[in-house]
T-cell receptor
């Protein structure tokens, strides 16, 4: 069966510090991978999606970037965090056995102070 | 930008009552999905309805889809306190986008 991992679960970072969040998927190959952000009490905002290694589509201009160095690994990064980067970051995958249904990881709660 | 919008934004009902949430979307779709999110947690997939389907059931959940109106509804029958959560609709294939969500509170 497929599983998706995200870490860390919680992160508190100072403004101006770098960020690296990692997501990995097990049990499937060639997944589409997604990063979403959810501000407190709000809906999900699609940040990036990837249909293959090195292929990243950015949905909104922002202080973040994404990379996909391996088939089942998706990384969200920032060189300098802003207060507005605080939120709940969710990684998801589709493809293969999921039949187009996104399945989500447990999320990372980021607080920028 | 959000593809879908849920209505109402918030809903409070008594346990045992039915809860209905609506979702409207903008572009043509292949399927539409509903998710639940408990406070501070990840999203759990509830049900998928394809564009050629009009209604689908899963336990106490009933989903309808009207492609002519670009809308879907999620009905939870005989609600329970454990149904308290936010509910989102999602559309898209490679690029999957979510609505703004309905926050449901079921009062015991």
């Amino acid at each position: 069966s497929q599983t998706i991992h995200q870490w860390p679960a919680t992160l508190v970072q100072p403004v101006g510090s770098p960020l690296s969040l990692e997501c990995t998927v097990e049990g499937t190959s060639n997944p589409n991978l997604y990063w979403y952000r959810q501000a407190a009490g709000r809906g999900l905002q699609l940040l990036f999606y990837s249909v293959g290694i090195g292929q990243i589509s950015s949905e909104v201009p922002q202080n973040l970037s994404a990379s996909r160095p391996q088939d089942r690994q998706f990384i969200l990064s920032s060189k300098k965090l802003l207060l507005s980067d605080s939120g709940f970051y969710l990684c998801a995958w589709t493809g293969g056995d999921s039949q187009g249904t996104p399945y989500f990881g447990p999320g990372t709660r980021l607080l920028v102070l | 930008s959000q593809q879908g919008e849920e209505d109402p934004q918030a809903l409070s009902i008594q346990e045992g009552e039915n809860a209905t949430m609506n979702c409207s979307y903008k572009t043509s779709i292949n399927n539409l999905q509903w998710y639940r999110q408990n406070s501070g947690r990840g999203l759990v997939h509830l049900i998928l309805i394809r564009s050629n389907e009009r209604e689908k059931h899963s336990g106490r959940l009933r989903v309808t889809l009207d492609t002519s109106k670009k809308s879907s509804s999620l009905l939870i029958t005989a609600s329970r306190a454990a149904d308290t959560a936010s509910y989102f609709c999602a559309t898209g294939y490679q690029k999957v986008t979510f609505g703004t969500g309905t926050k449901l509170q079921v009062i015991p």
